[in-house]
């Protein structure tokens, strides 16, 4: 049942897109996403798609891991599909009651849909192959600059990758709970909505409990190993650039330039 | 009355990139009355196993018949099912919520529907069957020390009155003596109550000297399952798998070993010093 939950749903292979450097992958999804809104052709769009088909086969994460994601926007898609849809003025196609859909509003329903399922396919293609420790190691080292004006980019770090680690485990820690619970009885899914919450307090009171004991615990340990904030400190892994990180970042900015050749004088054209 | 497992398997997150294979082919009959202790290590499928018994998992494939009735199929009454077998996880912390003691271990048979009296006296009856002092029925569970919060968890599962009480590492966290406290208690409450107990550990040790069956669980299959005293003669097996016989096997091993006419299959301190007097009186 929880375990079916996938936050940070790192999906372990060896390929060369897991062994990249967090911060191209970073870059490269924000590129992806630019490149998304920012060009808005057919043409464009195919090329999108190749880019993206070609991201996913080197991933060797298996599709279906990938479309796992777009379960949780279908409501949020279709709702601006349908808004698109019916609230969009221009050439009238057909009429439903004082509602019209017109030609344009097909056309940007279809371009608002593909994006959103690109959006949400692009970042998961960098949550499936980076582990939650890399993506914040990333973010922090390329947050970096902000520390200069006073934003405390390791503490937020620390935070983020704390708070990441103790997801599984306090699911873990629900699902145990519950189970605790049911053998004496208690039923978790059954009644209105406020017996079902009432029905929550045997569940909540132990995670809350456990919660703060775990995190005074860590406190603890962090402070028993000579943890005082980021000042000084040093990595046992440092992110180091290597080569297929260059041939990475030289490779986003040709996708870059090849999009906006592409959207501005069409398919064939951008390619020549 | 008695649950029997038929060529249960269980397979943990199928379909995903972390499947599991927990339990393979398990075939058991647990009959009313036994003292059963299953021993395993980390990893085993015994806990996993012992979450069938009350249907909160469900096999993946095979079946579970309780009083010969298969849990599995269309309108089993579950909730009853759950009130029949109570299952103690290793952490009271897991189940403790209530403002004190009592009330918490009235939420089990509060559950089942029963009266405020019926509740009351089953919570009184069960917390006198654990042994705890009456000073801390009114005390929060989250003042107690381990061993006491441990009782009162196993109060908890009591108050429903089950036939089969199972116990997850009752003992991990203890010390020796919290340990046999519990151990004895647990060993008075079968006496007393006449009901199945399932005793789950990965000490021999512990259960050695309770227990009428072992049930020996490795990579989720059952290894051995007899008499305590037939399970330790394949001490070197259970060694392999990272187990290990009581300390006296090995000591009335090396005896034999060393022309000492007594038997191997001793299974407590008492009975193996019983034995080597009996030897020495006679030489």
Same mark, same amino acid.
């Given at each position: 049942m929880l375990r079916?939950?996938t936050l940070g749903q790192?999906y372990p ?10 911060r ?10 630019v ?5 808005r052709?057919?043409e464009a ?6 880019f ?9 994460v298996?599709l ?6 777009l ?9 601006t599909v349908v808004?698109n849809?019916f609230?969009?003025?221009?050439t009238?196609?057909?009429r439903?009651g ?10 940007t329903a279809?371009?608002m849909a593909?994006?959103l399922?690109?959006?949400?396919i ?8 980076t582990?939650p420790n890399?993506?914040t ?6 947050m970096?600059?902000l ?6 980019v390791?503490?937020i770090?620390?935070?983020m990758?704390?708070a990441?680690?103790?997801?599984p485990?306090?699911?873990e820690e ?8 049911m053998a004496r ?5 059954s ?6 919450a009432k ?9 809350f409990i456990?919660a703060f004991?775990r995190a005074?615990?860590?406190a603890m340990?962090?402070e028993?190993?000579?943890?005082h904030?980021?000042?000084g400190?040093?990595k046992?892994?440092p ?7 260059k041939?990475a970042?030289l490779?986003l900015l ?7 050749l592409?959207n501005?004088i069409?398919f064939f054209?951008?390619?020549i | 009355?008695?649950?029997?497992i038929?060529?249960?398997n269980?397979?943990y997150?199928?379909g995903?990139a972390?499947?599991k294979?927990?339990?393979r082919?398990?075939?058991l009959d647990l ?12 990893g085993?499928g ?7 018994l ?6 993946t494939s095979g079946a579970?018949?309780?009083?010969d009735k298969n849990?599995y199929e ?7 099912l759950?009130s029949r077998?109570?299952l103690v996880f ?5 189940q403790l919520?209530e403002?004190?003691v ?6 089990g048979?509060?559950?089942?529907g ?9 919570a ?8 705890l002092?009456?000073?801390y029925y009114?005390v929060s569970?989250?003042e ?5 919060k441990?009782r ?9 009155n089950? /036939?089969?009480l199972? *116990?997850?590492? !009752?003992?991990?966290g203890?010390d020796p003596? +919290?340990?046999d406290?519990?151990?004895d208690q #647990?060993a ?8 199945t ?6 000490s021999?040790?512990?259960?050695a000297r309770?227990?009428?069956r072992?049930?020996v ?5 059952v290894m051995?399952?007899?008499a305590?005293?037939?399970?330790f003669?394949?001490?070197?097996e259970? /060694?392999a798998i990272? *187990?290990?016989? !009581?300390q006296?096997t090995?000591l009335m091993? +090396?005896?034999?070993e060393?022309?000492?006419? #007594?038997?191997?299959?001793?299974t407590?301190?008492?009975e ?6 009996e030897y020495?009186?006679?030489s």
């Amino acid at each position: 049942m929880l375990r079916d939950i996938t936050l940070g749903q790192y999906y372990p292979a060896n390929s060369v897109l897991h062994k990249l450097d967090p911060r191209v992958k970073l870059a490269g999804t924000m590129v992806f996403i630019v490149s998304l809104f920012a060009f808005r052709s057919a043409e464009a769009y195919i090329g999108a798609t190749l880019f993206l088909a070609a991201v996913i086969r080197i991933s060797k994460v298996p599709l279906k891991f990938m479309l796992k994601g777009l379960k949780s926007i279908i409501f949020l898609m279709m709702l601006t599909v349908v808004f698109n849809l019916f609230l969009t003025r221009g050439t009238v196609v057909f009429r439903l009651g004082f509602l019209a859909v017109t030609e344009e509003g097909i056309e940007t329903a279809v371009f608002m849909a593909i994006r959103l399922v690109y959006l949400i396919i692009g970042s998961s293609v960098m949550t499936l192959t980076t582990t939650p420790n890399d993506l914040t190691d990333g973010l922090e080292k390329a947050m970096r600059p902000l520390g200069k004006v006073r934003v405390p980019v390791h503490e937020i770090a620390m935070m983020m990758s704390i708070a990441l680690r103790f997801i599984p485990i306090l699911l873990e820690e629900t699902d145990k709970i519950m189970k605790a619970q049911m053998a004496r009885g208690a039923d978790f899914e059954s009644g209105g909505l406020i017996q079902k919450a009432k029905n929550m307090i045997p569940l909540l009171v132990p995670l809350f409990i456990s919660a703060f004991r775990r995190a005074n615990d860590l406190a603890m340990a962090m402070e028993a190993r000579g943890y005082h904030g980021g000042e000084g400190r040093t990595k046992m892994k440092p992110l180091v650039y290597r080569g297929r990180d260059k041939i990475a970042y030289l490779l986003l900015l040709l996708y870059l330039v090849l999009m906006f050749l592409v959207n501005r004088i069409g398919f064939f054209a951008g390619l020549i | 009355m008695a649950i029997r497992i038929e060529h249960l398997n269980y397979i943990y997150g199928a379909g995903t990139a972390f499947e599991k294979h927990a339990l393979r082919d398990i075939n058991l009959d647990l009959p009313d009355g036994q003292f059963i202790g299953m021993i395993g290590h980390t990893g085993s499928g015994k806990s996993t196993l012992i979450q069938h018994l009350n249907g909160l998992l469900k096999g993946t494939s095979g079946a579970v018949y309780y009083n010969d009735k298969n849990i599995y199929e269309e309108g089993f009454e579950m909730k009853r099912l759950r009130s029949r077998v109570g299952l103690v996880f290793q952490y009271p912390e897991h189940q403790l919520f209530e403002a004190d003691v009592f009330t918490d271990v009235c939420f089990g048979p509060k559950n089942l529907g029963l009266s405020k009296e019926e509740t009351e006296s089953r919570a009184y009856e069960a917390l006198r069957l654990v042994g705890l002092k009456e000073k801390y029925y009114k005390v929060s569970p989250f003042e107690l020390s381990g061993g006491q919060k441990r009782r009162v968890a196993i109060a908890g599962i009591l108050a429903m009155n089950p /036939e089969v009480l199972v *116990l997850d590492e !009752p003992t991990a966290g203890l010390d020796p003596k +919290g340990r046999d406290d519990i151990l004895d208690q #647990v060993a008075k409450l079968h006496e007393e109550k006449k009901i199945t107990v399932i005793l789950v550990s990965h000490s021999m040790e512990d259960v050695a000297r309770y227990v009428e069956r072992i049930i020996v669980m490795n990579k989720g299959q059952v290894m051995f399952d007899d008499a305590p005293r037939k399970v330790f003669q394949h001490y070197k097996e259970l /060694e392999a798998i990272g *187990l290990a016989a !009581p300390q006296v096997t090995y000591l009335m091993h +090396g005896l034999q070993e060393r022309g000492w006419k #007594v038997p191997a299959d001793a299974t407590t301190v008492e009975e193996a010093a019983g034995a080597i007097i009996e030897y020495l009186q006679k030489s």
